[in-house]
């Protein structure tokens, strides 16, 4: 009788895996997120049965999906109690979820892309690493870590040419960030090509950041995916709004709210000077 | 009813629910120019909380009359329009501009923002400002109005009294309590501002008290404050209050909302009560 509706339910966990001691993935039936999802975008976790303390949902990216389960992906770190709370779920216990939200990146106008990324925010890239491979794209992905080994998943890209992983102490893979390892290894070769080429970035403000700088007189196309603290995450409590350079197409202010008219944003969108680290 | 600020205008909670079956649906304060808001952080929850410093962001009085609010009343929603401004003329000045007309049912009036720094919780805080406020309102519209109180004040009796006297037609317990959150380790507050209101499950029982005080008056009272499942809900009508307003939890759970009023009635039902108007102020002592 007091149904839920389709986008916001309660929902049955499949399964938790720790990938990695920094890492989980949580799989989670849902027809309608399944269905909907396109990468980039997110939904909202609370734990079930409803408790008030942690109050909120916490918005995560989807990872994947497998629309033949009828369920969808997650990957976390967890970061503070509402991530461990997550983290310690079991199969057959329910989560309450609310979304697929926001908006998604749009690869569609590109024969090539590349995706960069680093820190917890990756879990987008693999969504559309997966997408774009699957709609027949050539997909190059670069993640920066502290190690090659603490990235998950870097088994089911490796041995692939167009897989790099950037480190800070070089022992594995390219020594430096992953901006550098875009530059050094991928951007030549995607500029000889002549292809019409995006580029993808996800992860930490300072990351995205010198990426803005660096391709900035390239004239290359840049679709970001941001974080930031949300409440609601629909676009009502203007929580995680940030500045922009062009006026909200429909409301006029210099800002956007990273929920609703992101978290995937056209970089040029951004007013980077404004936006803070954090 | 749905609570200032937590709904948006209605429309991104179509995907949840029927929001014509609602009692009312309640605007985010609309000011006469729009409002690009305050600098984040805006937001940080706490224990069974949240602080927000929103700082009134809003598209301002023209774009709302002319974009949004056809979109809501063709929805079929109850719609109450929340008001902010930062002198009476202000707020008498958007009120002229709205009538049964547009097909609004209410004005709310938002006399306790505590996150700007003109108007807002100023007028709710002395009886004199409030009645003045009241009567600018009511003069310039017909429509009934709803005086949003703010619990930061000593004794919230005179103030229900005199926007009662100056001609609401019923009065909202409560708007955010004042509160703040500091960074131990960056030695800064979590939220830009440092200030900001509290909301959520952690101000129910100051809510339920303040909501509770207010009803004594006569002064019809519509209840806000921390609700979050039935029971909650409920309080608010047992000490008095003749509608409630849902607020943060419709960002835990943005379908609760719609489930209520099911709730509510089964409720009665199993309480034996034929009407919810039996139910309210019905509570015994200790
Ligand atoms: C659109 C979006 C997608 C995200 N995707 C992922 C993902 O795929 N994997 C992942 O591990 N993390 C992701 N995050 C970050 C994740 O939401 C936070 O790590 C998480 O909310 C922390 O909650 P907590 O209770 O564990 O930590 P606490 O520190 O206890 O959280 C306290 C409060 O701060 C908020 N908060 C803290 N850190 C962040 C943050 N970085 N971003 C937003 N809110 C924050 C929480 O939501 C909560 O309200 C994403 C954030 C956003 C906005
Ligand atoms: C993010 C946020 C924004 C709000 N904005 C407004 C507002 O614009 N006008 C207003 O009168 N009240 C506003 N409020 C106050 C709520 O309407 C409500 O009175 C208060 O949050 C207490 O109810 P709750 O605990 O159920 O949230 C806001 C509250 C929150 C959490
Ligand atoms: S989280 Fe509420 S507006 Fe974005």
């Given at each position: 009788m007091h149904a839920d509706s389709a986008k916001a339910s309660a929902a049955r966990v499949l399964d938790v895996i720790r990938l990695t001691p920094a890492h989980f993935r949580i799989d989670i039936e849902s027809e309608h997120v399944s269905a909907a999802s396109i990468p980039g975008q997110f939904v909202m976790v609370r734990p079930l049965p409803a408790v008030t303390d942690p109050l909120l949902g916490r918005p995560l990216a989807v990872l994947g999906r497998d629309t033949a389960a009828s369920s969808f992906s997650l990957l976390f770190t967890p970061a503070g109690r509402g991530t461990r709370i997550l983290a310690e779920a079991a199969p057959g216990d329910t989560v309450h979820v609310n979304g697929p939200l926001g908006t998604g990146f749009d690869f569609?106008?590109?024969?090539e892309i590349a995706l960069i990324g680093g820190g917890t925010g990756i879990a987008p890239l693999y969504f559309l690493a997966a997408e774009a491979r699957a709609a027949g794209k050539t997909v190059h992905l670069v993640l920066g870590a502290r190690t090659c080994d603490s990235l998950p998943f870097t088994g089911s890209f490796s041995p692939d040419e167009r897989f790099h992983c950037a480190t800070d102490d070089g022992s594995r893979g390219f020594h430096g960030s992953a901006v550098d390892a875009f530059f050094h290894l991928v951007a030549d070769r995607i500029a000889s090509n002549r292809r019409p080429v995006g580029l993808f970035a996800a992860g930490p403000v300072p990351m995205m950041k010198a990426l803005v700088s660096a391709t900035r007189e390239m004239g290359i196309s840049l679709q970001v995916s941001l974080e930031a603290r949300m409440a609601c995450g629909i676009g009502v409590c203007r929580g995680c709004v940030i500045p922009a350079r062009t006026p909200h197409p429909l409301y006029g202010h210099l800002t956007r709210a990273v929920c609703a008219d992101g978290p995937?944003?056209?970089?040029?969108?951004?007013?980077w000077e404004r936006l803070p680290d954090v | 009813m749905t609570a200032s600020g937590t709904f948006g205008f209605g429309i991104e909670f179509m995907e949840y629910g029927d929001i014509s079956a609602l009692g009312a649906v309640v605007t985010k304060s609309i000011t006469l120019e729009p409002r690009a808001g305050n600098e984040p952080p805006r937001i940080y929850e706490t224990p069974s909380g949240m602080l927000n410093s929103?700082?009134?962001?809003n598209p301002g009085l023209e774009f709302f009359k002319e974009k949004i609010l056809p979109q809501v009343v063709s929805a079929g929603a109850t719609m109450v329009v929340n008001i902010a401004g930062e002198s009476p003329d202000e707020y008498g000045e958007i009120a002229g501009e709205l009538s049964a007309d547009d097909g609004i049912a209410a004005l709310e009036v938002n006399a306790g923002c505590p996150n700007v720094d003109r108007g807002g919780m100023t007028f709710g805080r002395d009886p004199g400002m409030l009645a003045d406020l009241v009567a600018a309102v009511c003069a310039s519209t017909e429509l009934p109005i709803i005086a949003k109180l703010t619990p930061?004040?000593?004794?919230i009796v005179p103030l229900v009294e005199a926007a009662g006297r100056a001609g609401a037609s019923a009065v909202t317990v409560m708007n955010t309590l004042l509160g703040m959150s500091v960074d131990?380790?960056?030695?800064?507050?979590?939220?830009?501002?440092g200030k900001a209101g509290l909301s959520g499950p952690a101000i129910r029982p100051v809510a339920v008290r303040m909501a509770f005080e207010a009803a004594q008056t006569g002064v019809p009272v519509v209840g806000a404050g921390g609700i979050s499942d039935l029971d909650s809900a409920m309080q608010f009508f047992l000490v008095g209050a003749r509608a409630v307003e849902v607020g943060t939890w419709n960002f835990a759970d943005p379908a609760f909302i719609f489930r209520l009023p099911g709730l509510i009635s089964d409720f009665l039902e199993q309480q034996g009560e034929t009407n919810l108007g039996a139910y309210i102020g019905s509570l015994k002592s200790g």
């Open positions: 569609s106008a590109f024969d995937v944003f056209d970089a040029s969108v951004i007013d | 929103i700082g009134l962001e930061n004040v000593a004794d131990v380790r960056k030695r800064v507050p979590h939220i830009k501002r």
